[in-house]
Every structure is written in structure tokens, then in C-alpha cells.
């Protein structure tokens, strides 16, 4: 599960690391954050329907809300979806065949539990190397609604979910799942509106990116908290 991440990238690290051609002003204006949480709107990275190849940085809500949803509440359910039935799952599998982006992170977080104790943990590169997970996102609003009382088009949710899979080699210490960490080779067939339905599942099963992780303190389980000192470690 990936429930909690921290994005501190500033925008030229975005433009730079994740070859953005367009970065939107909703994402400019979204600043840092060391404390990611579900329902926050967050960056994406998605392809441009009208340019091939060419990405764009824009936001949405975290938490996926199917276009045929009755009511948006549910997106705060569906932060994740499993890459093993993401292709099936009726939740989800319009996005990933039609609306699959980059989630842009410096690290994420996540709680180890011994003995009844839990522990949260900040996960990053060896070299702090900006993390991409596989995403997938969704637009929704109200069923037969196009234009309020004033005749104002009602505008579209634009939400968005992390893809996770089961945790590798040492990542099972930690926790039973993680996000699916695309290389930089790996985005491209993510992104690409032709890609076939196995290609993305071998995508999503290809060896994870390495990372490494420390303790840090209790203070991240609180949202209201949201500075570097989250990162700081846990014996510090």
C-alpha cells in the first residue's frame, strides 16, 4: 500500500527529471509537500492527446472516482489499485486501458510493524533520484449533469490512483506491498496509448527501482504536520 508521500521536487526538477513539455499552472501553484495524503490533489504526469510524446505536468484529486460513481466519497477507498487485477477490476480497468500517468515523488512512506508496534519509515533512491509511480487517473462528475442553474458548465473531478504490486526482495520487511516504481525506460511504454494490455502488466511485474529506507518519527500519521523535519531520522 502506499497511503503517504512526500514531493519536494521543485518545478525545474519536475521539467527535467520527468521531460515535461508543459507544466500547467494548477501544478506551479502546488508547492512542496513532505506529507502527501489521500484526497490531497497531487501532480500527474500524463501524455499529450494531441502531440505524441509530449508529457504534461498537471493535478488531480488523490483517490480514484470512476466515471459512473454516484458520489465522489468513494475515491477516498480507492488510493491504490492492485496490479494484479487492475486490468479487470471494474474500478479501474477503463483508466488503465484509456488514462494511465506518472506520479511524481521524492520518497514515500511507509509503517513496519513489530510487535504491535508501528513504525513509519521513509522510503527514497540511493541517490534521492525523483520516484515515478504508475498511476491511473479518472474524471467524474454528476450523472445527466452538463450546466448549473446559471447555465456554467459544471466542471469535471479529475482524480487519480497509485498502482501498487507485491513487495520485492527486501521491500517484504517493511510492508506486503509497494508502489510500481517505473524506471526511466518503463515510463514511456506507461504512458503510451498503444500499449498493449500484457505489455503494461510485464510493466508492472519488471524488477522494481532500487531503494533504501530509515525510521523516522511518529509525527508523518499526522497531516497537519508537513515540513522536512518529517524526514529527519527517528534516533536523531
Known amino acids: 500500500m502506499c497511503g503517504r508521500y512526500a514531493n519536494f521536487l521543485s518545478d525545474q526538477e519536475l521539467i527535467d527529471a520527468f521531460e515535461i513539455a508543459t507544466l500547467a499552472d494548477d ?27 509530449r508529457r504534461i505536468a498537471e493535478t488531480a484529486k488523490w483517490g480514484l472516482v470512476p466515471s459512473w460513481a454516484k458520489d465522489p466519497s468513494v475515491g477516498s477507498h480507492m488510493i491504490n489499485a492492485r496490479g494484479e487485477t487492475v486490468a479487470e477490476k471494474p474500478s479501474f480497468r477503463s483508466a488503465f486501458a484509456k488514462r494511465r500517468c506518472l506520479v511524481p515523488a521524492s520518497g514515500y512512506y511507509e509503517w513496519r510493524t513489530e510487535g504491535g508496534i508501528k513504525t513509519p519509515h521513509y522510503i527514497h533512491t540511493p541517490d534521492d533520484a525523483p520516484l515515478a509511480f504508475a498511476g491511473l487517473y479518472e474524471f467524474w462528475r ?33 510492508h506486503d506491498r509497494q508502489p510500481v516504481m517505473l524506471a526511466a525506460g518503463q515510463r514511456d511504454l506507461w504512458l503510451d496509448p498503444e500499449s498493449d494490455k500484457d505489455t503494461l502488466l510485464d510493466v508492472i511485474a519488471a524488477p522494481a527501482q532500487e531503494v533504501e529506507w530509515y525510521a523516522v518519527g511518529k509525527a508523518v500519521g499526522n497531516v497537519r504536520n508537513n515540513s522536512a523535519k518529517l524526514l529527519e531520522p527517528a534516533d536523531s
Open 27 to 53: 501544478a506551479r501553484l502546488l508547492g512542496s509537500s513532505w506529507n502527501v495524503a489521500p484526497t490531497q490533489k497531487v501532480i500527474l504526469v500524463t501524455a499529450s492527446k494531441e502531440v505524441p510524446g
Open 142 to 174: 454528476p450523472t445527466g449533469t452538463s450546466a448549473d442553474a446559471e447555465g456554467e458548465e459544471t466542471p469535471w473531478l479529475a482524480t487519480c490512483t497509485i498502482v501498487t504490486t507485491a513487495a520485492r526482495d527486501e521491500m517484504r520487511e517493511l
